[in-house]
């Protein structure tokens, strides 16, 4: 089946620890995304890429990194640096970014927590 | 830049209740505006969405019309059921400010009771 894959879905991190939480799309969609969700907040931005070997900054990237060598994957590195790094993360693609009503679909999420 | 509002939830009601969860937005050009429902530990789903002024989105029962003059895409239904319980999320894309991805509202909780 067609879909966005995240994993893990549950991972526990001791402070001072990097880890890193995986995306995979076989939507051959071009854009893919980042967006952290705080428990009864709303969804932030972290990370966008529009195409292979490229991405931006969203609104709250510090502490954060990623890479897109591939366009299938779009892997988030959350750092020692990010301060409160508790959350549920989700990873998003679309078929192409700059398209009006481009729909952009959520893969099921990974929920980090630091103990 | 960009925003989203939401009304502040949660919303309780009853079986067979109407449904309203309004949003509002502020956007520099003329943005696409999404609904996407989110149920307990799952990622979001697109419910519906409307592309340009006075089109009407409408799902499983949903529906929004985007209303450029008051800047609004509220959510309503005119029955709903207890399968219903969920955060519901407003959204826009704005290509016009160069930023690729959705902002969204903070979500608005409803809980249906039998």
């Known amino acids: 089946d067609g879909g966005i894959t995240q994993s893990p879905k549950y991972l526990f991190r001791k402070e001072g620890q990097n880890v890193t939480l995986s995306c995979e799309q076989n939507?051959?969609?071009?854009?893919m995304y980042w967006y952290r969700q705080d428990p009864g907040q709303g969804l932030r931005l972290i990370y966008y890429s529009q195409i292979v070997n490229d991405f931006q900054k969203g609104d709250i990237a510090e502490g954060y990194s990623v890479s897109r060598e591939k366009k299938e994957s779009f892997p988030l590195t959350v750092t020692s640096a990010q301060k409160n790094p508790t959350a549920f993360y989700l990873c998003?693609?679309?078929?192409?970014?700059?398209?009006?009503?481009?729909?952009?679909?959520f893969g099921e999420g990974s929920w980090l927590t630091v103990v | 830049g960009d925003s989203v509002t939401q009304m502040e939830g949660p919303v309780t009601l009853s079986e067979e209740a109407f449904l309203t969860i309004n949003c509002t937005y502020t956007a520099t050009g003329y943005p696409s505006l999404f609904w996407y429902v989110q149920y307990p530990g799952e990622g979001l789903q697109l419910l519906l969405k409307a592309t340009k002024a006075d089109d009407k989105g409408s799902n499983k029962g949903f529906e929004a019309t985007y209303r450029k003059e008051t800047t609004s895409f509220h959510l309503e239904k005119g029955s709903v059921q207890v399968s219903d319980s969920a955060v519901y999320f407003c959204a826009l894309s704005d290509v016009d400010t160069g930023r690729r991805a959705l902002t969204f509202g903070s979500g608005t909780r409803l809980q249906v009771q039998p």
């Open positions: 998003a693609s679309s078929l192409s970014p700059g398209a009006s009503g481009n729909t952009i679909y």
């Open positions: 939507l051959n969609h071009d854009a």
